[in-house]
């Protein structure tokens, strides 16, 4: 049976199976980072045995980690002998004997924890084997499969090709899927776009939009669209409700993001809300962001992000920035039983939600600068036609310490947003 179809507690017994032998058989005989912090905090190589022992780990910043080839893991004969399991042991000891080390690496070893491929998450290189390409295949079949994507369908990417997650989870899970891609790039025209007919479109929240805008009427101009998939970055509220507008619906607008390090997009499902995980691929906590401990399970907090059988670049309860709740109760628009992460915006600064919910602030972004010791606060806004810019500002100015408007056209803001990857907002300070 599939993960999605069973019960929230077999779920759970399964994960503590696998986190114990995969902190005990991987990450601790082959990590030299993590091999310092669990010796640090008493842990040692069997000091983990579910979930519940997950607190004794520390918590990872990218900050943490100096050197990020100290998070990837490296067997080495030293660290066989002393920490693997018996098997791996006798056949390594047996290929020294009869000098064919090199059969040993070549079948187990490489395939299973050799880098081959890289891709760069916030500055940070995540390494991947060949192993992993494999599940992140699979992770990207189910992506797919979560967002109603047909085998028959024809996806096409305006995702910017290169070293990013999002562009490499859908091109390794269209094949695994068998479905028809063609990969282009975000600077692709609607008549390009048109050409290849596409029933999916995939690319970052501002590239469909711009593309969206100059598809008008989409009925005739991409007739055949019936899904928008928005990933490599996250989408908030109001560019949400801008693509369902554009699109009228024709299409469904659905969502795939992941903070930086993770290791596979969080998906939404077709007509869901929240985002489903990946639990055989992952664990994700909810803890206090002030004291690092763990929260009541259903309750909100800053979500920590455990690494699950991957290998390559591993990370343990890595501070993803984001905030939210992760809910084990099987998902009302697909019937899935596997977990879902309900992000909030609890983390949003005030001023935030003050743009947000302003009707005449179409969109916006913003810059925390340390100028002379003193911190300042920036703001670019996109008004609505019938604003008024300086009754406007002035309304704004009374509810926020803001140094500095800055009045855009749609065009120029969107631009801006994009060439600073889709952040809305710009923490500029040392």
């Not at 045995?49 to 080495?76: G, Q």
């Not at 390090?261 to 906590?285: K, N, T, Y």
């Not at 309860?317 to 697909?334: I, W």
Request: glycine share 8%; with cysteine.
């Amino acid at each position: 049976m599939a993960w999605d179809r069973r019960k929230p507690g077999w779920i759970r017994n399964a994960q503590d199976r696998a986190l114990r032998r995969y902190l005990a058989q991987d990450v601790y005989p082959y990590s030299p980072y993590y091999q310092v912090r669990f010796d640090e905090a008493g842990i040692g190589q069997r000091g983990i045995k579910s979930r519940a022992d997950l607190h004794k780990v520390p918590l990872t910043t990218f900050d943490d980690i100096v050197n990020p080839a100290s998070v990837v893991l490296r067997p080495d004969e030293q660290s066989i002998q002393q920490y693997a399991r018996i098997g791996l042991v006798a056949r390594v000891f047996w290929a020294k004997l009869w000098r064919r080390e090199w059969v040993v690496n070549q079948r187990l070893i490489d395939p299973v924890y050799k880098p081959l491929h890289w891709h760069v998450e916030d500055g940070f290189p995540i390494g991947s084997s060949a192993e992993d390409l494999d599940r992140l295949a699979e992770l990207g079949r189910r992506w797919l499969e979560l967002a109603g994507v047909a085998r028959y369908d024809v996806v096409v990417s305006v995702l910017p090709p290169g070293p990013s997650l999002a562009y490499w989870e859908l091109v390794l899970g269209a094949r695994q899927a068998g479905v028809s891609a063609l990969h282009l790039d975000p600077s692709t025209t609607v008549e390009q776009l048109a050409a290849a007919r596409p029933n999916v479109v995939a690319g970052r929240p501002n590239d469909l939009l711009r593309l969206l805008r100059a598809a008008r009427p989409v009925e005739r101009n991409l007739d055949g669209l019936r899904t928008l998939l928005v990933a490599g970055a996250r989408v908030d509220d109001a560019t949400r409700k801008e693509l369902t507008a554009l699109v009228d619906g024709q299409a469904a607008v659905v969502a795939a993001w992941a903070p930086p390090g993770v290791r596979s997009l969080w998906c939404q499902c077709r007509e869901g809300d929240g985002l489903h995980i990946a639990p055989d691929a992952e664990l994700l906590e909810a803890v206090d962001p002030l004291t690092g401990a763990g929260l009541v399970d259903g309750s909100e907090g800053e979500v920590v992000w455990t690494s699950l059988d991957w290998k390559g670049t591993v990370l343990l309860r890595l501070r993803t920035g984001v905030y939210g709740a992760v809910d084990e109760s099987p998902c009302p628009a697909c019937g899935r039983t596997t977990p879902r992460l309900m992000p909030t915006s609890t983390a949003e600064p005030t001023f935030a939600r003050v743009l947000d919910s302003h009707p005449a602030v179409q969109r916006w972004q913003a810059e925390l600068r340390t100028v002379d010791g003193h911190e300042e606060l920036i703001v670019y806004v996109n008004l609505r036609r019938n604003g008024h810019p300086g009754r406007l500002l002035r309304e704004l100015d009374r509810q926020l310490t803001v140094t500095q408007f800055v009045v855009l056209d749609r065009r120029g803001l969107d631009a801006r947003i994009s060439s600073h990857g889709d952040a809305r907002v710009l923490d500029l300070r040392p």
